[in-house]
């Protein structure tokens, strides 16, 4: 039992001096690491005094996110690089086993404090705060730090031709905290790179210029080096195209409609008020997608500002229409002088009336009679109009009046009054089939049937008023519709004229 506990015993201490004795093994990357970083600063700058680190620095866009026209601000994802040298991480790569390259975290070496001067972000910080990815260092020196980044910029943009406007952003880098005697920033390439750029659905970008730049600030005794990036825009036009500008347009032009409508009904200037409210909900909404600036006023402002004025003045021009064709005084010599002193229009509507007069004769000659009015030979001159004026009368009023004729016309002095064309009827079974009026009539009856005759005198003088209005209604309405057809269309030409450039 003893001899088995110094076994136990005996056999631990051996192994205890076995791997105590035994070199630990280590990869040669980590001990690299430990060589570089011993006595490593990462807030010094990686230069000799007096010296400047030279910065190259690169930016590819990868996607143009969002242009906030409201709020000015280009939203676009890039990746940014950046690459210089610095002499205190060199190593050779023989001696640690063929290492050439360490990717190490970029809060363990010296790194550039680029920031994006004209940030749009709430904390305005550096790239260095927001680039988490490691830095990749070669053994002979050089770094490169590459971050993938969500830039929000302030744009200033130029408005006067939206949506077919070019707009121009620019990106602004440079160091905040080291003037140009400490870091001296550099282009990698004369242009952006668009190599990787994804397709836009409402830009194209067809240039990325890059400009260095060294300013002086009021801060600092020394100048700032800067690099911009210029990205140029092009909008693309289909969609507002398609869901405002049209659509403005066929409401305008539908406006122009209302003067076929019957003047003294209530559609007519309803219709053209549904227009000017449609087209203000479209105001609206180019209200939201346009920034408030009073320094210009973009094309599509004013192309719905055009045409809500001409709505109002089709929608005042209505009005007047209305109003002229419930005149019932007769129509003024000046007013027929422009409207009726149309020799064509006359001898076209002359035949017409003729034709419908002669129709309408045959049709109705067995109940009318017809009292033949002489026209003035002074009169012949001016326009030609169908002499003859068709009076009905009922029958009962004729049979009723006859009777009345008959009973007193022995006692009357005869005096003729209107020739009355011989008429039979079926129906009179009571009277004699045919009368002839050879006598003088009462005056009470003479005075019935001239106040018969003035009756429907008046009522042939109101509708021949009447038709004289609407002849003047038709006229105006044709002169207003081809008007207003005619200033929609132009003004949407001559303001949709001035885009210098318009991409679909």
């Known amino acids: ?132 990815t490691k830095v990749t260092v070669y053994s002979d020196g050089r770094v490169v730090w590459l971050i993938p980044k969500i830039l929000r910029s302030a744009c200033k943009l130029e408005m006067t031709y939206f949506p077919f406007d070019n707009q121009v952003c620019s990106l602004t880098f440079g160091s905040w905290a080291y003037d140009q005697t400490n870091v001296d920033l550099f282009p990698r390439r004369p242009k952006g790179d668009l190599s990787y750029l994804s397709k836009n659905g409402e830009f194209i970008i067809d240039g990325f210029e890059v400009r260095r730049t060294s300013e002086m600030f009021n801060c600092c005794p020394n100048p700032y080096v800067t690099l911009s990036y210029y990205i140029s825009l092009h909008r693309r036009a ?54 408030p600036s009073s320094d210009t006023v973009p094309l599509l402002v004013k192309f719905y500002t055009v045409l809500m004025c001409e709505i109002g003045l089709a929608l005042m021009s209505n009005c007047v229409i209305i109003m002229v064709a419930a005149k019932t005084v007769p129509v003024p010599n000046i007013v027929r002088v422009i409207f009726f002193n149309n020799h064509i229009h006359n001898c076209v509507e002359y035949m017409k009336n003729r034709f419908f007069s002669k129709l309408k004769t045959k049709q109705n000659f067995n109940r009318t009679i017809f009292i033949d009015v002489k026209d003035d030979p002074e009169n012949d001159t001016k326009r030609k109009e169908p002499k003859n004026t068709f009076i009905m009368i009922k029958e009962r009023l004729f049979n009723a009046r006859m009777t009345v004729c008959n009973d007193k016309v022995s006692n009357t002095e005869k005096k003729p009054l209107h ?83 318009i991409h679909f």
């Open 1 to 132: 039992m003893v001899d088995i506990k110094k076994l136990k015993y005996v056999a631990s201490i051996l192994m205890f001096i076995l791997v105590a004795g035994k070199k630990p093994v280590t990869r040669p990357e980590v001990e690299l690491l430990n060589v570089l970083f011993r006595n490593y600063n990462y807030d010094a700058l990686p230069t000799e005094p007096g010296k400047p680190v030279n910065l190259t620095f690169d930016l590819a866009i990868r996607q143009v996110l969002d242009m906030d026209e409201k709020s000015q601000i280009l939203e676009v994802s890039s990746w940014i690089r950046h690459y210089w040298n610095d002499p205190y991480l060199t190593w050779n790569s023989s001696e640690w086993e063929g290492i050439t390259n360490i990717a190490v975290t970029p809060d363990k070496i010296w790194k550039p404090d680029i920031t994006l001067y004209n940030n749009a972000e709430r904390e305005f910080q550096g790239l260095d705060q927001f680039g988490k």
């Open 238 to 291: 289909k969609f507002y195209l398609f869901n405002l500008i049209i659509p403005g347009a066929l409401i305008a032009i539908l406006s122009c409609f209302s003067f076929f409508l019957p003047p003294l009904t209530g559609e007519r200037a309803g219709l053209v008020i549904t227009n000017f409210l449609s087209l203000s909900v479209y105001v609206l909404i180019v209200s939201d997608s346009v920034p």
């Open 419 to 501: 020739p009355i064309v011989e008429r039979t009827t079926s129906q009179q079974s009571n009277l004699r089939p045919e009368y002839e009026m050879h006598s003088n009539i009462g005056k009470e009856d003479q005075n019935s049937l001239n106040n018969i005759n003035h009756f429907f005198a008046t009522n042939t003088m109101e509708q021949k008023i009447r038709q004289d209005w609407e002849h003047v209604v038709r006229k105006i309405d044709q002169i207003f519709f081809v008007l207003f057809m005619v200033l929609i269309t132009l003004s949407v030409i001559i303001i949709f004229s001035a885009a210098p450039n």
